[in-house]
């Protein structure tokens, strides 16, 4: 591998390795001759992966298996994914057996995975901004951004050219490495504001809004940089580098303005055409994934990188709609499924510790450079910019701790560095040790976060003994499905009371978050998750109807709310008290864990949803009833309704 060339067609992400001549293959097989860095003809292809593909098929499982097993139990300590997924992929992609069954025709194959999954995850990302708040006045969270990434662009210039990160001087890889340090991942930060429940506070709101500007300026960055630095053109040949600029520029404008006119139009018609609750038609699908693909596809052919051509169209895509939700449900599903396990294998495979040149100190000098860098750049501009707002100086502190977080593209970025001999292996290395150890404090920080918030909330009585009676009745009522419905109904009908002060029901729907359902979750805006999921919408609906006709017609004195309870069994409770905390509840009522059958009898019950239910009695902040349904439908309304419910049809065990 120490003789690998790199060669590229247009642009730094548009790669191929080219090996030798030869391709030496294993088990006496013929060479295959690869003239130019082409493929060997088709029979001759699939015969060598036949009878080569064992080690590698193998060593992708691995890295399945130990991404998924490495995930799941880094998750109490409420570390993002991306943690595990590149401490897994430097571990694989550094054994020497795993190395050895690795070939350059592979290694072609895991570089095309890797450019079309980044493809995929730009477009995505770029599908979930808005670029038309840069030509709105600053906000405060724009304001922070900028302040986090100005110091940073300062410090990387002014003293990474002094210390050779890179082969050859270039201003150009200087403005990377600056952008790529002084950029966030939106995605990271947002997923894990938003799993530790405080993505509805001020701080939540401030780190996912300054995140998303953040990661969405050091793009738009590397967009406009790569007009000015592309490196398919040779330095010293300046007309045809002005060429190519003025070339991929007209390009990307038109892609541009064809993207931002056509693309409402056109999304419109088809989402008009499917409405919500319909099958959407195999033709307009089709026609709208072409599209889409069409959009992303005019600019790279004019040597533009495809990649950021994607982001570039995603951006200027329409957000709103069902094509665009089930577009950008499906990649995110697929990206974690399958593509980052590869992503990161291959991006272990690419930083050869042995090249790593550990026993130099310039080594050590330039990685601690780039982790103070890092840092102190964020920390320091986000204090400055905090005491003008007026935060506190720890919590700006915090803030820029948390806006270090780096993400895929900035990996992405590290290992093409070193694939275009624009920096060392060792130089890569360090910039992913970087972005390692910019992702692992994080959840340190919210943490610490919400403890000190939680110390400064005024502790409140919210049990039912303490209610003034003068005052609403908040009620958090759970249900689990259609079947609670009736007795549902029964509950807010005994508990209805005088219309003045009146009951104020959250009606939540407790629905455990599968990796089925995780795949149809949509974000939108900066703290709203939609699920996409047919049968959980199909059940919300029919919830909905039922009760909402009961209380328009039945319901005086009941205000009604629609929740929902979106978690695994292990912090569902944990969000029904936060719900009720949040939303000043008094009494919560969770449904029975046993559903009756047509007999009357009780089945065994949902493990998961008694555990649930025990845990909410142990830590809920209010008063808390089970409801067992006896099988007592509501009295119909054509005479009135009228409380006849023996004490034996629902059994309320209340806990203060």
């Known amino acids: 591998m120490k003789d690998r060339k790199v060669s590229f067609a247009n642009s730094p992400l548009q790669f191929r390795t080219r090996g030798n001549n ?36 193998i060593s992708i ?130 997923r894990l504001i938003t799993s530790l429940k405080i993505g509805k506070s001020d701080i939540g709101k401030l780190v996912i809004a300054a995140g998303m500007h953040s990661d969405m300026i050091s793009v738009i960055l590397f ?49 008009n055409e499917n409405p919500e609750g319909k099958p959407m038609k195999g033709s307009h699908l089709v026609l709208a994934i072409a599209y889409m693909a069409f959009v992303c596809s005019g600019a790279p052919i004019y040597g533009y990188s495809s990649i950021l051509s994607a982001f570039v169209a995603g951006i200027f895509l329409p957000s709103e709609g069902r094509v665009s939700k089930w577009a950008v449900g ?19 495979f690419h930083a050869d510790f042995r090249r790593f040149e550990a026993g130099r100190w310039g080594t050590w000098g330039r990685f601690l450079v780039l982790v103070f860098i890092t840092i102190f750049g964020k920390v320091i501009g986000t204090v400055i910019c905090g005491v003008t707002l007026g935060f506190h100086q720890r919590e700006s502190a915090e803030l820029g701790l948390l806006l270090t977080a780096k993400g895929h593209f900035h990996v992405f970025l590290a290992v093409i560095g070193t694939l275009l001999d624009i920096t060392s292996t060792s130089t890569s290395i360090s910039i992913i040790i970087v972005i390692f150890l910019s992702v692992l404090p994080t959840p340190l920080v919210v943490s610490e976060i919400i403890k000190r918030a939680r110390k400064r909330a005024p502790t409140q009585r919210m049990a039912l003994e303490w209610l003034d009676p003068s005052n609403e009745l908040r009620i958090l009522l759970c249900v689990q499905g259609v079947h609670n419905v009736l007795s549902t109904i029964n509950f807010m009908e005994i508990s209805q009371g005088a219309s003045d002060p009146g009951i104020l029901v959250y009606l ?149």
């Not at 940089?225 to 300046?238: K, R, S």
């Open 508 to 656: 939540t729907d407790m629905v455990e978050l599968t990796d089925h359902i995780a795949s149809t979750l949509v974000q939108e805006g900066m703290d709203t998750v939609t699920v996409m999921d047919k049968d959980v919408t199909e059940m919300r609906d029919q919830i909905s109807t039922a009760v909402q006709a009961y209380v328009e017609e039945n319901g005086n004195g009941i205000t009604l709310r629609r929740m929902l309870a979106l978690s695994t069994f292990d912090g569902m409770a944990k969000d029904i008290c936060n719900l009720a905390e949040d939303l000043m509840i008094s009494l919560i009522i969770l449904p029975f864990h046993k559903n009756r059958h047509a007999n009357g009898t009780l089945d065994g019950g949902n493990p998961g949803f008694r555990y649930v239910n025990r845990k909410v009695l142990r830590n809920a902040p209010c008063s808390v009833g089970i409801l067992v349904d006896r099988g007592y439908g509501l009295v119909e309304k054509n005479i009135k309704v009228r409380k006849l419910f023996p004490s034996s049809s629902h059994l309320l065990r209340w806990q203060r």
């Open 330 to 348: 499906k990649i995110n599903y697929l990206l974690p499924t399958i593509f980052y396990p590869v992503f990161f294998f291959w991006m272990g």
């Open 223 to 271: 967009s406009i940089g790569y007009l000015f630095f592309p490196t398919a053109v040779l330095v010293n040949d300046i007309a045809a580098h002005v060429r190519m600029t003025l070339t991929m520029a007209a390009a990307l404008l038109l892609q541009i303005i064809f993207t931002a006119t056509v693309s409402p139009i056109f999304m419109n018609w088809v989402n």
């Open 61 to 190: 499982g691995l890295a399945f298996v130990f991404s998924n097993l490495s995930h799941q139990l880094l998750k109490p300590l409420s570390q993002p994914r991306i943690a595990s997924d590149i401490a897994v992929g430097l571990v694989l992609g550094n054994i020497s057996v795993i190395r050895r069954a690795f070939d350059e025709q592979f290694i072609n194959i895991l570089n095309s995975i890797a450019e079309f999954g980044m493809i995929c995850y730009m477009f995505v990302l770029g599908m979930e901004m808005d670029p038309y708040v840069i030509f709105k006045s600053p906000s405060r969270n724009a304001m922070v951004a900028y302040a986090g990434m100005v110091p940073t662009i300062i410090l990387v210039c002014s003293i990474t050219p002094f210390l050779n990160y890179y082969q050859n001087p270039s201003i150009g890889f200087t403005l990377c490495l600056s952008t790529t340090l002084a950029g966030s991942s939106s995605h990271i930060l947002t």
């Open 22 to 57: 030869k391709v030496r293959e294993r088990e006496g097989m013929e060479s295959v001759q690869a003239v130019n860095g082409s493929a060997p003809p088709c029979p001759d292809f699939i015969s060598y992966t036949v009878k080569n593909a064992a080690g590698k098929v």
